[in-house]
């Protein structure tokens, strides 16, 4: 749940920091790992780097493995809304019935796997890293990443200066991170140490494609002190901190800025970011091309951009509106679709006008970790940056990455490359809508003034709005971090239930606000509190890892060549209460405009959400063939205005 977590102290960074004379960074045995999605492999890094980040990761809690007879009754309501018929029903139940039985022996293997085979670990995290990532073959971009939308900074209304703010902000978070001394995170009342583990693949590095699986390469931050910054789909190198690891002084990142806007502007490129955009095969096979083509030379540029810090992109664009930017975001817009290396871990984007967000790779880190990067930048204003930076020394130089082995990239097969991802690419994105809905009626304050979890409230909106889009309900998916567990990632909080389809067929497919007796709205009003009660039950079971969903996961993988699953995993309700046609998240924070990710199925939605003190953001996705779009934007408005009526009306007969 991403309006939880206890964020760490902004760090008290002054000139006088500057004294310090050596890195804080201690130097890894290699330059270079790389990783496969096992977290195991790479954990001795956090012995080695120490510090408060890495001070639990000992004493975390292992991930639990749920009872059969637990994850058949958290179940079972979830998918009978999804029966069609009083036949399906039965058989469903008698399904349901028979899985201890069934599922006894996969249970058995699943508990070894846990106390034995995992014992050091997750015993989910191999297979979700590498199967739910590394091995998926579809582009990364609007299938995979997220992007968060930044407030804006009144004190920077240019690419330049809100550049500049961002690399200095940045590189200050990545030295509390690269040396171990950010303060671990923390969760709920009781402050619970969250797992730390993905903060090692958050800076200096990159996601690499290979055939069948992918890797994740991450470098030594005390051997690369450099970010990488795009414009007009160049790539040139820019120093970010000194020996001490300090930020370089602002006015010095701004005159890099100022002259790798100046070379790229003046200069053609063919734009070789654009292969990043591809399938994961294809992007292997050009990648081998491109390193084949040019050599030495090609392979030291591409570990030079891979190695980078993180990527801030400049785009030439000025866009106003949420909706325009949020594409921006997403996949490049129309015109910086170039400027983009989507397999770097972070990419900060920032407009002409100072329009400044976040595209994160979800490869081998969830939001989680990278919210706390971005809540450093968003509090990072530039007069912010500008108070705590050093003089200028006139240390900016800057340097044209692929500038060395142009001949290579100027070849007739690279070139068919990158004609070819550009039309594939600018297939991809041509499919898909996003919308924005930015409901002004009301937000927590009054949701929880009303007695309602607003998370779960907002879940039920939702609810009824796709419900009535579609005339049915669809498979809706909550992301729930499990990150108080060791290498925890997530688990899925199901919103479908028996008490959700009885308020959203009671609330029916049109609004009926005003025909309603005082009666049929006290019913309803009565349906969206079991509903709502239902939804907070479930969600606190997911945190606990207490789940359905990665449980079946993990049963159905353990059966060996030739034997049957139980029969539940055959059952089309079973199906259809698993295939997430509503993919959500929330994400609130006070200087977020917005934040997305593609839907998760064809048939389906991206509804991302924030549910701030006043309002409600929701970022909406889907396939351009549907026309859901703006009508879910819509429906979403009519439902969060009637669920308020139902509210009121309870509320005024209370004064009575």
């Not at 030295?175 to 001394?181: A, D, E, F, N, T």
């Not at 081998?364 to 003089?391: E, F, N, W």
């Not at 009671?506 to 009565?526: P, Q």
Request: charged content about 20%.
């Amino acid at each position: 749940r991403m309006t939880v977590i206890s964020r760490p102290l902004r760090p008290r960074l002054s000139n006088n920091s500057r004294t310090l004379s050596s890195s804080p960074f201690k130097p890894w045995p290699d330059k270079v790992i790389e990783c496969d999605g096992d977290y195991r492999k790479e954990a001795f890094l956090e012995n080695h780097i120490g510090g408060p980040l890495y001070k639990h990761q000992l004493s975390l809690p292992h991930l639990p493995v749920p009872s059969l007879d637990e994850t058949i009754t958290r179940f079972l309501p979830t998918a009978l809304p999804f029966a069609k018929s009083l036949g399906e029903r039965q058989t469903l139940e008698k399904a349901c019935s028979q899985f201890p039985s069934e599922a006894a022996l996969l249970q058995q293997r699943l508990t070894q796997r846990r106390d034995v085979d995992m014992q050091d670990s997750s015993w989910l995290q191999l297979w979700w890293n590498q199967m739910g990532y590394l091995q998926v073959r579809d582009t990364v971009a609007i299938n995979v990443s997220y992007f968060f939308h930044f407030s804006d900074d009144p004190t920077a209304n240019s690419n330049i200066t809100r550049g500049a703010s961002m690399l200095f902000a940045a590189a200050e978070f990545r030295r509390l991170v690269c040396s171990g001394q950010l303060p671990a995170e923390t969760v709920g009342k009781k402050r619970t140490p969250l797992c730390s583990t993905a903060f090692k693949y958050m800076f200096n590095a990159c996601r690499i494609p290979k055939r069948i699986q992918d890797t994740y390469r991450i470098y030594d931050p005390s051997r690369f002190s450099h970010a990488v910054v795009a414009r007009k789909g160049h790539f040139f190198t820019v120093k970010i901190c000194d020996e001490s690891g300090m930020p370089v002084a602002l006015k010095d990142l701004e005159a890099a800025l100022e002259r790798i806007v100046d070379v790229a502007d003046t200069s053609k490129t063919l734009g070789i970011g654009i292969l990043t955009s591809n399938d994961r095969d294809s992007w292997a096979d050009a990648r081998e091309a491109l390193l084949e083509g040019g050599g030495t030379e090609m392979a030291s540029a591409m570990e030079e951009l891979e190695s980078g810090a993180f990527l801030l992109c400049l785009d030439e664009e000025d866009p106003i509106s949420r909706r325009q930017f949020s594409e921006i975001l997403l996949y490049g817009g129309e015109n910086s679709q170039s400027n983009r290396w989507f397999d770097k871990s972070i990419q900060i984007i920032c407009t002409e006008n100072g329009k400044a967000g976040l595209l994160g790779e979800h490869s081998m880190m969830d939001g989680m970790p990278m919210v706390a990067l971005a809540d450093h930048i968003c509090k990072t204003s530039y007069s912010d940056a500008a108070s705590r930076s050093s003089p200028a020394k006139g240390d900016n130089e800057v340097r044209d990455i692929f500038s060395s082995v142009n001949a290579s990239i100027h070849n007739g097969s690279i070139e068919n490359l990158i004609r070819q991802a550009q039309t594939a690419f600018s297939t991809w994105t041509g499919k898909h809508e996003l919308h924005v809905q930015s409901f002004q009626g009301y937000g927590s304050s009054f949701i929880k003034k009303a007695g309602f979890s607003p998370d779960a409230f907002v879940q039920m909106a939702m609810q009824l709005a796709t419900y009535r889009l579609w005339g049915e309900q669809g498979g809706t998916y909550e992301a729930t971090q499990v990150r108080p567990f060791l290498h925890g990632r997530t688990e899925t909080t199901r919103t479908t239930s028996e008490e959700s389809e009885a308020f959203v067929k009671l609330m029916g497919l049109s609004a009926n606000n005003f025909v309603d007796d005082d009666a049929i709205k006290d019913e309803k009003l009565a349906k969206l509190d079991a509903a709502v009660q239902a939804h907070v039950k479930y969600i606190g079971n997911a945190a606990k890892g207490l789940g359905v969903d990665r449980h079946f996961l993990g049963l159905s993988l353990l059966a060996a060549d030739g034997e049957s699953l139980p029969a539940l995993y055959s059952h089309p309700a079973f199906s259809a209460s698993k295939t997430w046609r509503v993919s959500t998240s929330n994400l609130t924070h006070p200087k977020f405009e917005n934040w997305g990710y593609g839907e998760v199925v064809p048939n389906g939605v991206g509804l991302s959400y924030s549910v701030h003190a006043n309002n409600c953001t929701f970022g909406i996705t889907s396939l351009k063939e549907h026309g859901w779009g703006e009508k879910l934007s819509h429906l979403l408005e009519e439902a969060l205005l009637e669920m308020k009526t139902l509210v009121q009306v309870q509320h005024t007969k209370s004064r009575l």
